[in-house]
């Protein structure tokens, strides 16, 4: 059965869920912040992020750049309500503006909105295959040129183990046995995998420039794609 991500018993423990079942979560987090602060130097950054889920990585950049805009998407109401309640009381909160939706919502914002960058941390995953690159237009076209997207999702291999490697982690990480088993259940109904060679030949066909990986755990890559 799939994750229901309007629950509120689901996105009240999902921070802790995270991080025994998805590797290197706190460690992508830190990187994708070194990129940005290391490419975005003007005074009036602007960030799209796309399935902001509970709102870590807002809250990770607004304690560091409390001075940079933000607009943050999520088809879950709960998961936005979490994100605000987590922001309550942290400088900057205010520059932050939520959306409703998945990226159709940014059709909206085409005229009155041009990100500097855009992150989508383990969210593409999600998306069914056919609608990929609609997915990616969809953000390339609300990017300045020059802007960069960051990305981090699992890829499909060739190799029959991985997935059971990546279970067997997860459990050395902190899931039971139970969870292990059903979270690869969820692996082979939820998640419309691709490999990471079709995942650039889509970001390639969006437009992007050039398309290159920043890190990878075990099955989990990010790809940086440069507008």
């Known amino acids: 059965m799939a994750k229901d991500f309007h629950s509120e018993q689901v996105v009240d423990g999902y921070d802790d869920h995270i991080r025994k079942l998805i590797p290197g979560y706190e460690q992508v987090h830190a990187q994708v912040t070194a990129i940005l602060e290391t490419e975005l130097q003007a005074s009036d950054v602007h960030i799209l992020i796309v399935g902001c889920g509970t709102g870590y990585?807002?809250?990770?950049?607004?304690?560091?750049?409390?001075e940079w805009q933000y607009t943050a998407i999520d088809p879950s109401l709960t998961m936005i309500n979490k994100a605000r309640e987590r922001l309550s009381g942290v400088t900057g909160a205010e520059q932050v503006s939520f959306l409703q939706g998945d990226t159709s919502v940014l059709n909206e914002l085409m005229h009155s909105a041009q990100f500097d960058a855009a992150l989508v941390i383990l969210v593409a995953h999600f998306v069914p295959e056919t609608s990929k690159e609609q997915f990616f237009k969809d953000i390339y076209t609300v990017l300045k040129p020059q802007a960069v997207l960051l990305t981090y999702d699992l890829m499909?291999?060739?190799?029959?183990t991985d997935l059971k490697i990546l279970q067997n982690f997860c459990c050395k990480n902190g899931l039971t046995q139970v969870q292990g088993q059903k979270m690869l259940e969820r692996l082979q109904h939820d998640f419309e995998l691709i490999s990471a060679e079709h995942y650039v030949t889509v970001l390639k066909t969006c437009?992007?420039?050039?398309?290159?990986?920043y890190t990878q755990f075990l099955s989990y890559t990010g790809?940086?794609?440069?507008?």
Request: aromatic share 8%.
């Open 57 to 66: 990585e807002l809250s990770l950049l607004l304690k560091q750049h409390p």
């Open 223 to 227: 790809f940086r794609a440069d507008k």
């Open 156 to 160: 499909k291999t060739e190799r029959s």
């Open 207 to 213: 437009g992007f420039r050039t398309v290159s990986s």
